[in-house]
């Protein structure tokens, strides 16, 4: 059974940090993309972040651009996102994703095949 699980969530007051990890059981993504995306209450989930299987490579959403970083380690089957100068509208589920289809750091939900559970990010003003 394929598992993402996030872990790192909480509260934090505005201008702090936060690393999400996502860690995969049950298979390998070294070789996938993998992202990072976010639902608040009454909003559709969104993209945040992507990174290609290399870990060369990433992508984000304008509204984190420069204060979020999606890093990963193949040998722990693990990706991060740190997020620094944290804001109230950031208060959200975060959830990972895993793309196996080969889709080059994609931003679509629907070009996610994995999902882990979400953990809670609540920054407090």
């Known amino acids: 059974q394929v598992q993402l699980i996030e872990s790192g969530g909480g509260l934090v007051q505005a201008g702090g940090s936060l690393r999400l990890s996502c860690t995969a059981s049950?298979?390998?993504?070294?070789?996938?993309?993998m992202g990072w995306f976010r639902q608040a209450p009454g909003k559709e989930r969104e993209f945040q972040a992507a990174?290609?299987?290399?870990?060369?490579?990433?992508a984000y959403a304008d509204s984190v651009k420069g204060r979020f970083t999606i890093s990963r380690d193949n040998a722990k089957n693990t990706v991060y996102l740190r997020m620094n100068s944290l804001k109230p509208e950031d208060t959200a589920i975060y959830y990972c994703?895993?793309?196996?289809?080969?889709?080059?750091?994609?931003?679509?939900?629907?070009?996610?095949?994995?999902w882990g559970q979400g953990t809670q990010v609540t920054v407090s003003s």
């Open positions: 990174i290609a299987w290399s870990g060369g490579t990433t």
């Open positions: 049950g298979r390998s993504f070294r070789n996938y993309a």
């Open positions: 994703a895993g793309d196996t289809s080969g889709t080059y750091l994609p931003r679509r939900i629907d070009a996610y095949d994995y």
